[in-house]
């Protein structure tokens, strides 16, 4: 069975960056799409930031687009969202995401920001933003 493990969440003031970790284990890491969401309180989970198996395509949601940046270590099991330029709107829990055998290329365009082609989920990093 994989697990998924984030870390890196806290608290940040406007403008402030941090750095989201997520390990895996338990499964062929390098062969998972990795993909972030996230959940605000009263809100649905919405996508964030998603990344090929091989790291040659990255996805980000519009409203993150130029602050946000994911990669993948496949050495370390490990993907990271790097966030820049926090907005008190950012604040939410950050949940990573496994999808298996995600080669196509037509998935990339057009499926890769749907919660259900997951198969795999963390418990969440709590992100807070406020001055």
């Known amino acids: 069975q994989v697990q998924l493990v984030e870390s890196g969440g806290g608290l940040v003031q406007p403008g402030g960056s941090l750095r989201l970790s997520c390990v895996a284990s338990?499964?062929?890491?390098?062969?998972?799409?990795m993909a972030w969401f996230r959940q605000a309180p009263g809100k649905e989970r919405e996508f964030v930031s998603c990344?090929?198996?091989?790291?040659?395509?990255?996805l980000y949601a519009d409203f993150v687009k130029n602050r946000f940046t994911t990669s993948r270590d496949d050495a370390q099991n490990t993907v990271f969202l790097r966030m820049n330029s926090l907005k008190p709107e950012d604040t939410a829990v950050y949940y990573c995401?496994?999808?298996?055998?995600?080669?196509?290329?037509?998935?990339?365009?057009?499926?890769?920001?749907?919660?259900?082609?997951?198969?795999?989920w963390g418990q969440g990093t709590q992100v807070t933003v406020s001055s």
């Open positions: 995401a496994a999808a298996r055998n995600k080669y196509s290329s037509t998935w990339y365009r057009g499926k890769y920001d749907q919660e259900d082609e997951y198969d795999y």
């Open positions: 990344i090929s198996y091989s790291g040659g395509t990255k």
């Open positions: 338990g499964g062929t890491f390098s062969t998972y799409a």
